[in-house]
């Protein structure tokens, strides 16, 4: 089976500032991981993903991670953070066969302050 | 227009009451997905569907039903609601010739039951 662990429920950091939020994973076989961001009142959006190939994953608003397989981990990082980014976010896994079901973490939530 | 979208968006009820939350999508995708999402556990599935002859329960099935009534719509039945099925509730969707595993989600329905 399956699991994601998000190390940190709670992220605080000024605006500007350099972000990580670290996720690591739990599987025997080959995944696919997934960070997605939830901004307010809104449904899941996603950020970036990793299949195959490059570890250093770019998404969108200016997101990156890096897939670690000996550390099993996959932290999402930003270097300038904007008030804009505060949401939560959401690391997820998948295997790439079968019933493409997504297990989450549980959710870290960033807030960015001026 | 949204590609995925959910009804009611907000719903109280009471405890004992049947409630039916609706998804439909018009991405033309064969697989969709019922998750629950609670402060501090991410998301949880429910309940996903292959095509309208394939249900499947997921992690935390009891207390839920399910209905795919046509490939683009896939209903979510509490048969008798209790307090602790207050949540947010999403709806995802996914096509399994992308081979990526990429879901996309509704905006969410948030269900509070008293």
């Given amino acids: ?114 | 227009d949204a590609d995925v979208t959910q009804t009611p968006r907000n719903r109280i009820t009471k405890t004992g009451k049947r409630i039916m939350l609706e998804c439909s999508q018009t991405k033309g995708h064969d697989r969709m997905y019922w998750y629950r999402q609670d402060p501090g556990l991410g998301l949880r599935l429910i309940y996903y569907s292959f095509d309208v002859k394939d249900i499947n329960k997921g992690e935390i099935s009891d207390g839920y039903s399910v209905s795919r009534q046509a490939q683009a719509k896939f209903s979510l039945s509490l048969e008798s609601a209790i307090p602790n099925q207050t949540a947010l509730y999403f709806c995802a969707t996914s096509e399994p010739r992308d081979y990526n595993n990429e879901q996309f989600f509704g905006p969410g329905t948030r269900l509070t039951v008293l």
């Fill in chain 1, 1 to 114: 089976a399956q699991s994601v662990t998000q190390l940190d429920s709670q992220v605080p950091v000024f605006e500007e500032a350099p972000v990580e939020l670290r996720c690591n994973y739990s599987s025997s076989v080959s995944v696919y991981l997934f960070w997605y961001v939830q901004y307010p009142n809104q449904g899941l959006q996603l950020l970036l993903k990793y299949l195959s190939g490059s570890t250093l994953v770019k998404g969108i608003n200016g997101f990156e991670a890096e897939f670690n397989k000996s550390q099993t981990s996959f932290h999402l990082r930003k270097p300038s953070v904007h008030i804009s980014d505060t949401a939560e976010y959401f690391c997820a896994v998948s295997e790439p066969q079968g019933a493409q079901k997504l297990v989450f973490g549980q959710g870290t939530r960033l807030t960015i302050n001026p």
